[in-house]
């Protein structure tokens, strides 16, 4: 038994240290391309971006810390898109840390796997900044994100303004990769606002509905199931993510329910900011992510020339509608 335990642990062993072998020759060749382009530079510093989600939302957070990271003569490295693609985020972890990377800036999922590779990166030197989905119980060093309750409060007005005399059904889209304690307080804040907030003649039932984000083939599949089942299809949905904020979008065209159903959307994707200029949808709820890129690399650096860095970055809010809309996208 004992032998076959000592087995299996080296085999684990190996295939870190392989997919290690792999990223740094990935990375070689990267810059050996640069080199013969004449883009060769020497950095201070090698950070690296760790995160499953890909969406338009971190594609812009992973533009502002690169530039932020230029600034500081840091290499940001994304693990989750091309080379690193078809690994888990667990896999990705583990190669951050057997590739003694500097720093890392990290989505985590809230699962125990994850938090055991945050404190082992920790112990192994590298600081870890978790973004928008935190991990309090690791040993992070900081958390970049959304105020829970100001978020609470804000979905709360915009469901009071999409309510309607009589009963109304709002459906909470919760995403089972993301969901944590601040998800809760966020619904938690929401349905307070909500209740007192609504007028005498207006019954409400907030109910939470659970989805996997982390694909738009799963979320997709899972909007679909809502929108062709009348029985729970609600009068007002909640997206807290852009992957089933552009599903969602969408969906309602698709199934001629624009009118039917009042979705509050989130983040400024070229897809929500289409659907509430053509009154498919009121608003949706956006995050700045210039100041999610740049306060990571800021706390990232601020620990390691001090020792010591915030425990929380908060990243500011804002309401797309209508009257605005014209004002988000690219070039904000």
Known sequence: MKKTMLTLTLVAVAAVL????????CDKSIREIDHQAGNDRVYDRHFILVT???S???????????????????????AG??????????????IAIASQVDGIILQPDGSSEITEQINAAMNAGIPVVTVLNDNAESDRISFVGVNSYQMGEIYGEQVLAALQKGYNRVMVLVNTFGEDVNTNLMYSRMSDVVEQGKQSDQ??????YYIDSSTNFEAEEAIRKIFVNSVIL?????????????CACQAIVEYNKVGNVNIIGYYESEVTRNAIQKGVIPAAVTIDTEDIGRYSISALKEYLDQGYVSNYFNVDLDIINSANVRRFGTGQ
Do not use: F, H
């Open 203 to 208: 019954q409400v039932e907030i109910s939470a």
């Open 56 to 78: 338009a939302l971190w594609q812009a957070v992973y533009k502002s810390a690169a530039a932020e990271a230029a600034r500081e003569n840091v290499y940001l490295e994304w």
């Open 234 to 246: 609600p009068d007002i949905m909640i997206c807290l993510d852009p992957v089933s904020s552009e």
């Open 18 to 25: 392989l997919l290690a072998v792999m990223w740094i020759y």
């Open 81 to 94: 898109t091309d080379s690193l693609s078809d690994y888990s985020l667990v896999d990705c972890m583990n």
């Open 52 to 54: 499953e989600d890909s």
